[in-house]
């Protein structure tokens, strides 16, 4: 009998999500009208009290799109941001640039721009 365990995908979608929301916080915080300017509908996302929880709760087969839309969410936010100083140098946005470095790489045949580095 094998057994396949889908922590490493559940730990990587709290590892993104929980980034993201940090640096929606921050965000929120030290540059309103930036954040202000978000789709709510991304921002609702991770900005839920249990957001970061939520995503834990996705079922394994979901994990893999669960997956590409974080990533995706991660690199337009840092896309979105990079030529804003007061933002590309907050301590959160630097994160977010080593999480999505570390853990996704890009695909010019992905439709979001980056996949999940490991399967």
């Known amino acids: ?19 993201i ?8 915080r030290h540059h309103r009208c930036c954040f202000d300017k978000i789709d709510p509908a991304v921002r609702s996302r991770y900005l839920k009290k ?3 929880g939520l995503f834990a709760m996705v079922k394994p087969s979901q994990t893999a799109g669960a997956l590409a839309e974080v990533s995706a969410d991660l690199y337009d936010l840092i896309e979105q941001f990079k ?10 946005c630097k994160m977010m640039q080593r999480v999505l470095s570390r853990q996704c790489y890009m695909t010019p045949e992905a439709a979001s721009g980056c996949e999940s580095r490991h399967p």
């Open 1 to 19: 009998m094998h057994i396949k365990s889908s922590m490493r995908k559940l730990s990587r979608l709290g590892l993104l999500s929980q980034t």
């Open 21 to 28: 929301h940090r640096f929606w916080v921050n965000l929120k």
């Open 50 to 52: 249990k957001a970061p």
């Open 83 to 92: 030529d804003h100083a007061g933002i590309d140098n907050m301590e959160t």
